[in-house]
């Protein structure tokens, strides 16, 4: 069993940054591969990063790389996920995941995939 709980959401500007946190709490963090995703009002839950137990390994989605970077510190059991250069589209509920199913290296990119999840934080990004 792991809590997750994200924070760092917010308002900002087309073009701005922010960056997202997850603190796990529970059984040893280290023992999980994390996930990102996002839901924007009306679609579906989408993959936005994950990242291996090790951190040797991330995945991010194709439509987000050089924008979003995935990362992990499992000193303090906290996943983050840096966003740059924001655009309006990428408003959405952002959502951690934890999985520890998988290999040392697996990098899972599917919600079927993770068995906890965070409820959420906003990120509204204005034109």
């Known amino acids: 069993q792991v809590q997750l709980v994200e924070s760092g959401g917010g308002l900002v500007q087309a073009g701005g940054s922010l960056r997202l946190s997850c603190a796990a709490s529970?059984?040893?963090?280290?023992?999980?591969?994390m996930g990102w995703f996002r839901q924007a009002p009306g679609k579906e839950r989408e993959f936005v990063a994950s990242?291996?137990?090790?951190?040797?390994?991330?995945l991010h989605a194709d439509s987000l790389k050089g924008r979003f970077t995935i990362s992990r510190d499992n000193a303090k059991n906290t996943v983050y996920l840096q966003m740059d250069s924001l655009k309006p589209e990428d408003t959405a509920v952002y959502y951690c995941?934890?999985?520890?199913?998988?290999?040392?290296?697996?990098?899972?990119?599917?919600?079927?995939?993770?068995?906890?999840w965070g409820q959420g934080t906003q990120v509204t990004v204005s034109s």
């Open positions: 529970g059984r040893t963090f280290s023992s999980y591969a």
């Open positions: 995941a934890a999985d520890s199913s998988g290999s040392y290296y697996a990098t899972p990119r599917a919600t079927y995939e993770y068995a906890w």
């Open positions: 990242i291996s137990r090790s951190s040797l390994k991330t």
